[in-house]
T-cell receptor
């Protein structure tokens, strides 16, 4: 069965600093990988996705992520964090079966200091 | 495109009562998913529909839970005889059924509190 681990429950960065959120997955084949962001009272918004091809993917709001098969990782990065990036971030792997349901990690809460 | 909507946004009920939630997906999306999210956790898959057919259910979906999508448009999720452990955010998502993998668009969720 597939699984996702986000080792950092909570990360605090200063505005303007760089950010890296870690994600490790377990899946028996080449995975579909996603990063979602959730703000209080909001639904999940897709930041970026990896299906195949170039292992460095660009997303919305200046985020990028790199797929590293050898490390089973899909870390999310942003070179300069804005106060509005404060939210909870979820990494997810998508099943390749007919349901194509998502399996999420437990999330990383990001706090941005002024 | 108005996005995925869910109603109600919040529900407080007493243990043992029945509750029903509604999800309206994006109009041209024929796949619809239900997920449950508890505090401090990521969403967990409950079930999914392709058009009106419920094709897969998670082991998390006990006999007290039932989901329908009668005309392949909106969906309802009913919980009978609610328990305190049912307190969670219930999220609905929809996607197009095309070849390959397609983005799931999530609604704002219904937060259930069972007293």
């Amino acid at each position: 069965a597939q699984s996702v681990t986000q080792p950092d429950i909570h990360i605090t960065v200063s505005e303007g600093a760089s950010l890296e959120l870690r994600c490790n997955y377990s899946y028996g084949a080449t995975p579909y990988l996603f990063w979602y962001v959730q703000s209080p009272g909001q639904g999940l918004q897709l930041l970026l996705k990896y299906f195949s091809g170039d292992t460095l993917v660009q997303g919305i709001k200046g985020f990028e992520a790199e797929f590293k098969r050898s490390q089973s990782s899909f870390n999310l990065r942003k070179p300069s964090v804005h106060w509005s990036d404060a939210a909870e971030y979820f990494c997810a792997v998508g099943a390749r079966g007919s349901a194509r349901q998502l399996t999420f990690g437990s999330g990383t809460q990001l706090t941005v200091l002024p | 495109d108005t996005g995925v909507s869910q109603d109600p946004r919040h529900k407080i009920t007493k243990r043992g009562q029945n509750v029903t939630f509604r999800c309206d997906p994006i109009s041209e999306h024929n796949r619809l998913y239900w997920y449950r999210q508890t505090l401090g956790q990521g969403p967990e898959f409950l079930t999914y529909f392709q058009n009106e057919a419920q094709l897969e259910k998670s082991r998390l979906l006990s006999d007290r839970f039932s989901a329908e999508r009668p005309k392949g448009s909106f969906s309802t999720l009913e919980i009978q005889r609610t328990e305190q452990g049912d307190s969670a955010m219930y999220l609905c998502a929809s996607s197009k059924d095309l070849s390959g993998y397609n983005e799931q668009f999530f609604g704002p969720g219904t937060r259930l509190t069972v007293l």
